[in-house]
């Protein structure tokens, strides 16, 4: 008995001696990490995390290069002289003040009161315009000066670099920022801080590393307690530091993307896409897409915004563009080749139907008019075969936009699809003849398609990005023009152009709208059943002047229940071109 007591007080005294030294290890660890060593443990200076965790902060500009139009005026970045406002004005409030203010921005004091004690966070301020709507305070230079004089502290007159804004342009093209650690940790292989604003979608997403430089942003920052509360004794701090980061200049032309945009939005167009390209390079000059984005609040709606013109949809009739090019290379049909189009067109126990009933009619006739009868014998006469090479010529089933490397400058670009089924029956080539069935195009592959024609079957790429520059606006590098390659036939290509005038031209033309554009216009319309009999793809794809190219505009409404609008955005498009 006695042996097993001394065995239990031997067991514990190890146990109390292993437990005392564990404390003592523990007492040593937190000495040497809260005393010893707190600016260096394991290369971290955790009296620095720890501050750096109570920084709150305004960012004056995020330090990212600018997106630029071919000219050089900034898309992504307008400079004003806001008022920013730390929540430390609570602290130090002197009434007499504010209501210096409040006249000094021509508003009521009890508002602005109202307005500075809505948030806890930094913000920059906004007031009701004439309209009601709220806008960022822009101050004048006397403003700036009077306010600095004010000595308010928490409210301050700063320059401040805004990335996007209500009047921002080519969103979808630019893309916008966000916090995404997956989006560090999977792209970047986590080599950003997981909490900082990168590129989500667009230019912005595509050249992240070139806009981000060092990732260095010019802030105006505070420090607050445990509760929030401001720490005022650590005062109010403005970085200084250059970031270096990249501009883009990109092929966009500022005042034309305005007009196309105010044309959509002129037409109410829901959903839809404009491209217009420079005729000649195939350099992008606008694209729009619709429904538009506000770039602050991107993901609203739980889902990435739709780049429309570089979705790809049913092309309906702008594929007869593929169609005539192929059959008039191949000499399968002649300008004065017959059709007798009742309306409709039986093939084997189904019928095809036709817009309307246009009785005889010829190949050149029957694309002027879009007759579905005559375009479905074309295509089962060019089969299969003829018709997937052609449409490839043109760039159809695949990506067309320019790439630097692997890198394309049109994010989550559609490559579209020809043939997706196996078969050739009569059937199937006459949907394809129509462009229906497997065929998809974006609008992006349609502009590329009339530029091929306008320039008799040269083509290029797309081009959207045309440079980088230093902040100082040096040249850094170039994106030069691609490479123009005959693509198909040149004769047939201008036979294809001339029939493509009289879609606008002639009376009967499903574009004569056009013909009141103040410049000569060629093109093709199409109609896109979607599989709704009440919602169909409208498009207009063409090119002016006719005689010598120089625009390049393709117009697409996506599932449209009312009437076309396509050729009137195309108009309004076009009395706005510069006049030359």
Known sequence: MEIMHRKIQRRTAILLTLS???????????????????????????????????????????????????????????????????????????????????????????????????????????????????????????????????????????????????????????????????????????????????????????FQEELRGLGIAHTLAYYS????????????????????????????????????????????????????LDAQTEDVLAMASRPNYDQTKPLEGGQYPVNRAVTAYFPGSIFKAVIAQAALETGVISADDQFDCPGYL??????????????????????????????????????????????????????????????????????????????????FLANTGIGQEDVRMTPLQAAHLMATVANGGLAREPRLVQSFHTPDGLLYKDFELAERKQVIERQAAFQLKQWMSEVVSSDAGTAHLLAQAPVSVAGKTGTAQTGDPNANHHWFAGFAPVEQPKYVIVVMTESTTGSRVTEQIGLQILKALPKE
């Open 225 to 276: 307690d445990n509760s929030d509360r401001p720490i005022n004794g650590l005062g109010i701090r403005e970085s200084t530091e250059e970031n270096h980061a990249l501009s883009i200049k990109t092929t966009l032309d500022h005042d034309l993307q305005s007009s196309v945009e105010q044309a959509m939005d002129r037409y109410h167009v829901e959903k839809g896409a404009v491209v217009i």
């Open 20 to 206: 005392t030294c564990a404390i003592l290890a523990l007492g040593g660890r937190l000495f040497y990490i809260q005393v010893a060593a707190p600016h260096n443990m394991q290369g971290h200076d955790l009296v620095a995390s720890a501050i750096e965790q109570r920084r709150e902060k305004f960012e004056l500009d995020s330090g990212r290069g600018d997106i630029l139009d071919r000219t050089g005026a900034s898309l992504t970045g307008s400079v004003l002289n806001g008022v920013v406002v730390l929540p430390v004005w609570q602290a130090h409030l002197d009434r007499g003040k504010i209501n210096d203010l409040a006249l000094l921005l021509n508003t009521n004091t009890e508002y602005l009161l109202t307005t500075l004690q809505e948030k806890v966070e930094p913000f920059l301020l906004r007031l009701p315009d004439m309209s009601g709507k709220l806008r960022m305070v822009n101050l004048t230079a006397e403003q700036v000066e009077a306010v600095r004089k004010l000595e308010l502290t928490g409210i301050y007159a700063k320059e401040v670099k805004v990335r996007y804004d209500d009047l921002s342009l080519a969103r979808h093209a630019i893309g916008f920022l966000g916090e995404d650690p997956n989006l560090v940790a999977e792209t970047w292989g986590g080599k950003y801080p997981l909490n900082e604003k990168i590129g989500k979608m667009g230019l912005e997403f595509q």
């Open 346 to 427: 039986d093939i084997g126990d189904g019928r095809l139907n036709c817009w309307s009933k246009h009785g005889k009619i010829t190949a050149e006739e029957a694309f002027a008019e879009s007759c579905n009868v005559a375009f479905a014998q074309i295509a089962m006469k060019l089969g299969r075969e003829t018709i997937e090479t052609y449409a490839k010529k043109f760039g159809l089933g695949a990506a067309v936009g320019m790439k630097s490397g692997e890198k394309s400058s049109f994010y989550g670009e559609d490559p579209g699809s020809i043939f997706l089924k196996e078969g050739s029956s009569d059937r």
